[in-house]
């Protein structure tokens, strides 16, 4: 199979392909390569290549929804025994994964034949995708342009049609802003229908959940059925769909009621084009027939990315703390942006995380009554559009005073000189809607409905309550029909 034959298809219709013999999973997967060592070079978004792995699973026998389809892991908490496992960290360099999580088994057992895992932030801690480990994964719309993170690695390598769908996981967004960024579909699933083991219970206190990056709302729905139901780890057995998502997909969505808003305590004012990609959405949305209206944004947006970026610090210091004494490594094998969020997570008390978990209940109720009048919620996924590579490093005073601090534990200071505020809004103004859904643990979508002026990519995000997974997948395939987004593959020109 040429190129340009595999980038007409997404991952069902290769699927299709090879279920009815007119191209063999061994074809796929050398045309998977072939693209991959086209763009790679430009993009990196591949940082690992698992070929014995990938030619044994290729030679035969695969079933399931996707057999046969080329598929790449994130390289983050989705292990699979005997490959590389790095979850973008120097610590981890040249580390193979002992066992394979039940997400990564569930994909097998679909039939993917999954040959690299792609490029992440250390620890998925950013918006973006800059590991000390691997160098930055870039934008195949525009190479000087971040895909977003932190599973930009996968949107990128969708993007430039790698593969038409990727492994992704989602924390504080890491699903639906790189989707965002590179014209892509990305669906975060609510709180505990995706598992997590059977290592971790609830990752990254519940806020975390895997998924996929794809081209089309077939495959996110597809991929999705694949994934959901409980294992021995799960904490709890969330309800499950009444029947296949993908099923589900040519069901009307109804009238909806969906209030929109650009609005954000982050921002002095919103950025024109996510003004725009928001607009001309609700305009395509009445066109629909559905009701729309303009909105105060629902939830004190500014408390809860504090208590969002509280979480964050102290599970970075509690992984900082278990990688140092499993390891013996010391704090060179972390980047200085990491060192100096697990130190603001050493400083956090009992008291200050706990109240943080209690608020949480107000931003969930703050969400639930909004939705008691509303079906969804409607906002740019990005606070602007990509941004460029490299444009959030944090300064090299700032990093060579936080090295200091760390090195002498008085990073007390930082806090009281306010400069790690500044960095924290910075980051977060970028992407300042997506956390909403994290904290409260609902469904989100990132949906490819605007292009800048520039030609670059502006998702707009959906957030629905819990278990409307099929009512935002009906609502994008609709949209999907109405205005589709198979926009020509960047980077094509390198085939």
């Known amino acids: 199979m040429d190129v340009e034959e595999y980038?007409?298809?997404?991952?069902?219709?290769?699927?299709?392909?090879?279920?009815?013999?007119?191209?063999?999973?061994?074809?796929?997967?050398?045309?998977?390569?072939?693209?991959?060592?086209?763009?790679?070079?430009?993009?990196?978004?591949?940082?690992?290549?698992?070929?014995?792995?990938a030619d044994l699973r290729a030679s035969g026998g695969l079933s399931g929804p996707f057999a046969g389809v080329p598929f790449l892991l994130k390289d983050l908490h989705q292990n699979l025994a005997g490959t590389p496992s790095s979850d973008g960290c120097r610590a981890f360099a040249g580390r193979t994964a002992s066992g394979t999580d039940t997400v990564v088994r569930r994909w097998l057992d679909a039939g993917l034949?999954?040959?690299?895992?792609?490029?992440?932030?250390?620890?998925?801690?950013?918006g973006i995708t800059e590991p000390a480990l691997f160098g930055p994964?870039?934008?195949?719309?525009?190479?000087?342009?971040?895909?977003?993170?932190?599973?930009?690695?996968?949107?990128?390598?969708?993007?430039a049609g790698i593969v038409p769908v990727a492994a992704a996981s989602d924390g504080g967004g890491s699903i639906r802003i790189p989707a965002a960024c590179t014209g892509l579909v990305g669906l975060k699933a609510g709180r505990g229908l995706v598992p997590a083991g059977p290592v971790e219970s609830e990752p990254l206190n519940g806020l975390a959940t895997?998924?996929?990056?794809?081209?089309?709302?077939?495959?996110?729905?597809?991929?999705l059925?694949?994934?959901?139901?409980?294992e021995p780890m799960s904490p709890f057995v969330a309800a499950l769909p009444d029947r296949p998502l993908a099923d589900q997909l040519d069901d009307a969505p109804g009238t909806l009621?969906?209030?929109?808003?650009?609005?954000?305590?982050?921002?002095?004012?919103?950025?024109?084009?996510?003004?725009?990609?928001?607009?001309?959405?609700?305009?395509l949305l009445t066109e629909l027939g559905h009701e729309v209206e303009e909105v105060e944004p629902p939830h004190d947006d500014r408390q809860l990315g504090k208590d969002f970026l509280l979480v964050w610090f102290v599970h970075q210091a509690v992984e900082i703390a278990r990688i140092k004494?499993?390891?013996?490594?010391?704090?060179?094998?972390?980047?200085?942006?990491?060192?100096?969020?697990?130190?603001?997570?050493?400083?956090?008390?009992?008291?200050?995380?706990?109240?943080?978990?209690?608020?949480?209940?107000?931003?969930?109720?703050?969400?639930?009554?909004?939705h008691?009048?509303?079906?969804?919620?409607?906002?740019?996924?990005?606070?602007?559009?990509?941004?460029?590579?490299?444009?959030?490093?944090?300064?090299?005073?700032?990093?060579?005073?936080?090295?200091?601090?760390?090195?002498t534990r008085t990073t007390r200071v930082l806090r009281l000189l306010g400069l790690v505020d500044q960095i924290v809004e910075k980051n977060l103004a970028w992407v300042p809607y997506t956390q909403l859904a994290n904290i409260t643990g609902r469904p989100a979508i990132s949906l490819p409905l605007h292009r800048t002026e520039a030609g670059l990519p502006l998702g707009v995000q959906f957030v629905g309550p819990l278990q409307s997974e099929a009512l935002l997948l009906r609502l994008a395939r609709q949209l999907e029909v109405a205005a589709p987004w198979q926009h020509p593959t960047p980077l094509r020109d390198l085939s």
């Open 7 to 53: 980038l007409r298809h997404d991952g069902l219709g290769l699927a299709e392909l090879v279920a009815s013999g007119q191209v063999s999973a061994r074809e796929l997967l050398d045309t998977a390569r072939n693209r991959a060592r086209a763009v790679n070079p430009v993009i990196n978004a591949v940082v690992a290549w698992l070929d014995e792995h």
């Open 113 to 126: 034949v999954v040959f690299g895992k792609t490029n992440t932030p250390e620890f998925g801690s950013k």
């Open 137 to 159: 994964a870039r934008n195949p719309w525009d190479p000087q342009r971040t895909p977003g993170g932190s599973s930009g690695g996968s949107a990128a390598a969708v993007a």
């Open 210 to 223: 895997n998924g996929v990056i794809s081209r089309t709302v077939r495959d996110s729905a597809a991929m």
């Open 225 to 230: 059925d694949v994934l959901v139901g409980p």
């Open 257 to 283: 009621r969906i209030g929109y808003t650009t609005r954000c305590a982050l921002r002095e004012k919103p950025h024109p084009e996510a003004v725009r990609a928001v607009e001309r959405s609700a305009e």
């Open 325 to 370: 004494r499993e390891t013996g490594c010391g704090d060179d094998s972390f980047e200085p942006d990491t060192l100096m969020m697990g130190a603001l997570g050493e400083l956090t008390g009992a008291t200050e995380l706990s109240q943080a978990q209690e608020r949480r209940r107000e931003h969930i109720a703050a969400l639930a009554g909004f």
């Open 372 to 407: 008691s009048r509303y079906d969804l919620l409607m906002t740019p996924s990005l606070g602007e559009p990509p941004i460029e590579v490299g444009s959030l490093d944090t300064p090299a005073a700032l990093q060579t005073m936080s090295k200091l601090l760390v090195r």
